[in-house]
């Protein structure tokens, strides 16, 4: 795993009453991305964070590079998507540039 240094943000929605948390992040892409995604995004998370969460999705928070930014739950990857209109392989399709250091991913991480 080799994303950047990870920034946490203000944390919103956490309390005795609310079991969501709204967590924004930035950092540099994976400099060793593979098709499929970067993996261990939620441990890499929690190791950031000290302490367990569930992700659940993550949202852009931001322009991040241009890309779209996935969350694989059922695999545990962040997935790098770019917008392809030529009609013939769909509307996004992943970004398997193997170095993706260049690009800074500003993210809101939904969990609890």
């Not at 203000?10 to 005795?16: E, R």
């Amino acid at each position: 795993m080799a994303l950047g240094t990870i920034t946490v943000g203000t944390v919103a929605g956490k309390s005795a009453m609310e079991a969501i948390e709204f967590i924004p992040l930035s950092f540099a892409g994976d400099g060793t991305y593979s098709a499929g995604g970067t993996a261990d995004f939620e441990g890499t998370v929690q190791t950031k964070l000290g302490r367990a969460v569930t992700i659940l999705t993550v949202i852009p928070n931001g322009a991040c590079g241009g890309y779209v930014p996935i969350y694989d739950r059922a695999n545990d990857k962040l997935m790098c998507y770019y917008g392809n209109n030529d009609g013939s392989d769909g509307p996004l399709i992943e970004n398997t540039t193997s170095n993706q250091s260049g690009i800074t991913w500003k993210l809101v991480v939904v969990c609890f």
